[in-house]
């Protein structure tokens, strides 16, 4: 199955947060060893919304919906092209009247084996 690709512009100032799986080793003498834990020891997280009308969001709507257990390609501000999932507990849709709404999630790196 061919991957899909996050197509829509970010809005706002996305802050992304980088987390490192890191070992370490403390030594008697003071001396600690530290190395990266696994293959892939750093993790990308961003928070995004998208806000507009129904007919422009339910779209991102669905694609998030669709994507919290298979990858998808996205490139994040600033970043390099790489495989995301949404967390699944993260997807919020908020009206805000009218026709117009808010969709909110996290999307969070992840790699293929």
């Known amino acids: 199955m061919a991957l899909e690709t996050f197509k829509w512009r970010t809005q706002g100032q996305p802050e992304g947060t980088y987390a490192h799986r890191i070992r370490t080793a403390q030594f008697g003498d003071g001396y600690k060893q530290v190395a990266g834990d696994?293959?892939?020891?750093?993790?990308?997280?961003?928070p995004l919304s998208f806000s507009g009308i129904e007919k422009d969001?339910?779209?991102i709507l669905t694609f998030m919906r669709k994507h919290t257990l298979?990858?998808?390609?996205w490139t994040p501000p600033f970043g390099e092209k790489g495989l995301y999932r949404v967390v699944a507990d993260s997807i919020?849709?908020?009206p805000i009247g009218g026709k117009s709404m808010t969709i909110a999630a996290i999307f969070e790196q992840s790699s293929q084996p």
């Open 38 to 46: 696994g293959l892939n020891p750093e993790t990308q997280s961003w």
């Open 57 to 59: 969001m339910l779209p």
């Open 70 to 73: 298979s990858s998808f390609i």
């Open 92 to 94: 919020r849709a908020m």
